[in-house]
């Protein structure tokens, strides 16, 4: 029997241990709650807490020419962020603000805003600079910087920004914005393409946020890389596209820019696209360029009137300080790219489309007549031609060669309004041609019936407006055996596994037979091969272009502004490439297109066709000028002298009364034309000595009277370009010396030739 003790223990003892099974299993059950029931939410509360994540910008797709040459492409750059929980209770937000202001461009304001946030996570300048990233680097480094500890929680990620390495292109390419989307050009139309997807990383950090770099540990989302955008574009193409009109728009003093295409005509594949003034995609909002050129026209003219005959116009806009209207207003034109953007009356390049019209209709062939007295009678109104006295008889190619306006009013009234329209539809004009670029525009034209005097002045190519994209795709169709191509401008889109989609030559419609194609293909070659036609000023020997001149009228009419063009194509026979150049209201005494838009398109084409490897296709008369060397007579007699040059064919002036050859110019190996001048230095006067010559202005002279005024002079000439400069209407117009330099006898001064054209 137990001790009464021993049972009052166990009485004692046994309500304990109830309670304490009570409380294990109360114990055991709640940690099965927060385990079981609640156990992910409070990890991913821990997480949270003990993890940052940001996002890692996918790598924006690369744009490419059509030969693999790099474009616009993503480049890495640091983007500065900070914790500004860490920088409250570590750094010194205002101290670090006006040491970072100078650097960023940024007001001190502005960056002690960003540092002072209610977040964990503050972004204070994306992408910045190399430079801005080096100095950054150089205030936070604490092994050179002592006062490093005030920049306590910030700290620099991995992003990219958009660089445009050949600096070209920027209307076709656009550019991007500050979150790397894209504003304008391929980087718009395309952006879905190019952007990519974004990924994100997490890191381990502390209680306030910043992270902690030796326990780092990360759980990465991964970015999937842009698609990459080939273009049909040829970067070499574009460069000399954008070279020559550079140099159009400021010989020229265009008001309004410059644009042009280079296309070919076969597959409906821009090569090149340039509007000129422009900007540079790696700054697109620096104005600074534009505004400069945009000031040497732009003022307000009511407000400028004056008494005085001889005042000039001041303009309303301080350059150094424009206000923000005119800024808007400048980035607006800076970017409107006007090869497909601005509408313009062709003026009579578009009789390339009532020409082949008419041939296609019947209602004239090759050996049609006419008869221009200087203008014709349309209803009650008189409508001149460019040559008031009239051409008199012709044939329908003489009237393309000479752009008669009469003609073409014939072939117009032949055809009929209903038919007119017909063709001018059939070719694109009442549509957009849908190219792969934002902001193309419509054309303007009659849609409720064309009264007489509207068919007549439309079939030379007045009253309606087109784009220049629209203009070159209807021409391409007229001398690439009569089918409508589709401008394109992309080539295909690729991805990291190959090719996702191709973009194929696309065939509208047929608009002309091959038949009527080869017959405006070898009319257009003779408007500019003949040396009496509207576009002489566009030949260069060897190439066979074919092409048309135009000059129209802006609105108001009378007002004297014009657009001067000029669309033209090479080989005749066989058109690799089509250009157009069309120049906005140019403010020299000549402002017709075949004087000055024709032969900025002959040598844009000379250039293509020479890299493109196109063989130059001469006829008998335009063998080019066989070159000779000059030979080595120093140190030789004079009769010896005398024979080596007769036989290279080269004339000589002698100077100084020795017997024997101390000295000549040119020097020997230099490649002179035949019958050029080299002069021999006998013994007693050498060619160091001799004294030196000062060229003429050769400006406004024909090719005889400038050669024999150089040969007066001891030097010696030669015709720079390859245009018709055989022409007795011909006249200087530039020289590769310039005027009032001295040089050495002999040395060769070239001269470039052009004619009148007005047309």
Not at 647 to 672: F, K, N
Not at 730 to 748: K, Y
Request: hydrophobic share 35%; glycine share 8%.
């Amino acid at each position: 029997m137990a001790s009464p003790s021993l049972n009052s223990i166990k009485k004692r003892i046994l309500p304990m241990v109830i309670i304490v099974l009570l409380c294990m299993a109360a114990l055991v059950v709640r940690l099965a709650y927060w385990q079981i029931i609640r156990g992910d939410e409070l990890a991913a509360r821990a997480k949270s807490q003990q993890t940052g994540s940001s996002t890692i910008t996918a790598s924006r797709g690369i744009i490419y020419d059509r030969n693999g040459k790099a474009l616009a492409e993503s480049v890495s750059a640091d983007t500065l962020v900070c914790n500004p929980k860490d920088v409250a209770e570590h750094g010194d937000a205002q101290a670090a603000a006006e040491a970072l202001a100078p650097i960023l461009g940024m007001t001190a304001e502005e960056i002690t805003e960003d540092l002072t946030r209610d977040s964990r996570y503050q972004v204070v300048k994306k992408r910045m600079s190399v430079d801005e990233t080096q100095a950054v680097k150089q205030l936070l480094d604490t092994e050179t910087n002592p006062n490093a500890d005030v920049f306590k929680g910030l700290y620099f990620e991995d992003d990219s920004k958009r660089y445009y390495p050949f600096s070209i292109a920027p209307h076709i390419l656009g550019f991007t914005g500050y979150d790397n989307n894209g504003l304008q050009g391929i980087e718009l139309t395309f952006d879905d393409e190019l952007s990519g997807k974004a990924g994100s990383i997490e890191q381990n950090q502390n209680a306030s946020g910043t992270t902690l770099e030796e326990q780092q540990e990360e759980y990465l989302t991964a970015q999937q890389k842009g698609a990459d955008v080939v273009l049909t574009i040829d970067e070499t193409i574009q460069h000399f596209l954008e070279k020559h009109l550079e140099e159009a728009v400021e010989e020229c003093k265009l008001k309004y820019g410059a644009a042009g295409i280079v296309m070919n005509p076969k597959t409906g594949e821009i090569l090149a696209m340039a509007t000129k003034p422009d900007f540079d995609s790696n700054n697109p909002y620096d104005i600074e360029a534009f505004n400069e050129y945009a000031m040497q026209y732009d003022y307000d003219e009511d407000e400028q009137e004056t008494d005085d005959p001889e005042a000039s116009p001041e303009p309303t806009e301080d350059p150094n300080n424009p206000s923000d209207e005119r800024v808007a207003e400048l980035r607006n034109r800076m970017w409107r790219n006007k090869a497909v953007s601005d509408s313009y009356e062709p003026g009579s390049t578009f009789k390339i489309i009532t020409a082949a019209a008419a041939l296609e209709e019947h209602v004239a062939d090759l050996d049609s007549e006419f008869y221009c007295p200087g203008f014709k009678i349309v209803a009650d109104r008189q409508i001149g031609c460019s040559n008031t006295d009239g051409h008199g008889p012709e044939t329908f190619v003489e009237g393309v060669k000479n752009s008669c306006n009469p003609v073409f009013m014939d072939l117009g009234e032949a055809l009929g309004a209903d038919k007119f329209m017909e063709y001018f539809t059939a070719f694109g004009l009442t549509e957009k041609t849908g190219i792969e670029l934002v902001g193309e525009s419509s054309s303007i034209y009659y849609t409720d019936g064309m009264s007489e005097v509207d068919l007549a002045t439309s079939s030379f190519g007045q009253g309606f407006q087109v784009t220049p994209i629209q203009l070159i795709t209807a021409i391409s169709a007229v001398i690439n055996g009569g089918q409508r191509m589709k401008p394109q401008i992309v080539k295909e889109i690729r991805g990291e596994s190959g090719i996702i989609k191709s973009y194929d030559s696309e065939v509208v419609n047929r608009v002309i037979s091959e038949e009527t194609s080869e017959k405006m293909r070898n009319i257009l070659e003779q408007v500019v091969s003949d040396p009496n036609a509207t576009g002489k000023n566009a030949y260069v020997k060897g190439c066979r272009i074919g092409g048309k001149t135009g000059t129209s009228e802006k609105n108001p009419r009378g007002s004297d502004k014009r657009i001067a063009s000029f669309v033209g194509f090479a080989p005749a026979n066989d058109p690799e490439i089509i250009c157009l150049i069309m120049l906005d209201e140019p403010q020299t005494d000549n402002r017709y297109g075949g004087t000055i838009a024709a032969p900025l398109a002959g040598e844009i084409i000379s250039d293509v066709l020479n890299y493109l490897g196109v063989e130059k296709q001469y006829s008998e008369e335009e063998e080019p000028i066989v070159k000779t060397e000059v030979p080595d007579v120093r140190e030789t007699d004079l009769d010896a002298a005398e024979t080596a040059l007769e036989e290279a064919e080269l004339d000589y002036v002698i100077r100084g009364g020795g017997s024997r050859i101390i000295d000549q110019l040119p020097a020997p190996g230099t490649m002179l034309n035949e019958d050029s001048l080299v002069i021999l230095y006998t013994e007693g006067k050498s060619g160091g000595e001799e004294e030196l010559v000062t060229v003429p202005d050769l400006s406004g002279m024909s090719v005889g009277v400038a050669e024999s005024t150089l040969n007066s002079m001891y030097l010696n000439f030669e015709v720079m370009g390859a245009g018709h400069s055989e022409s007795y209407a011909a006249f200087g117009v530039g020289q590769s010396v310039e005027p009032g330099e001295e040089v050495a006898p002999g040395t060769v001064i070239g001269v470039e030739f052009r004619q009148e054209a007005i047309d």
